[in-house]
């Protein structure tokens, strides 16, 4: 769902940064890498639960199985061609929950409006 740095990216670049850390900005690369870590931690223990609720609303969307990367560039691509409206109320809410999982990983103190009374 995340477009990148994968966390394999996050943790290589973290883990080789904190094997070396001797730089006067110390302080501050510290608070980024455990910002990173914070984010691959997430990812780790939210992903699994949100992919499989969001394979599940695209399906039902699209009447068709796959996976989540499939599907997803499926749903793409009818939005694209108008096939599927952004409009229609399983689209919308599909959109609405993909993208308040993902900011649960990167930014778990965003708030917004969509996020009231939504559950995963």
Known sequence: MIEGPSRDEL??????????????????????????????????????????AAVMRMQAILGCDGDYATLNAA??????????????PAVFDHLRRAALAMLAIDQPRYRHELSQGVEA
Request: charged share 25%; hydrophobic share 50%; proline share 4%.
């Open 75 to 88: 749903l793409a691509e009818a939005l694209r061609k108008g096939t599927v409206s952004a409009e229609d």
């Open 11 to 52: 943790l290589q670049a973290t883990t080789a940064w904190l094997e070396d850390a001797s730089s006067p900005v110390e302080g501050f690369h510290r608070r980024v890498a455990a910002n990173a870590l914070g984010m691959v931690s997430r990812e780790l223990a939210q992903w699994p639960a949100a992919e499989a």
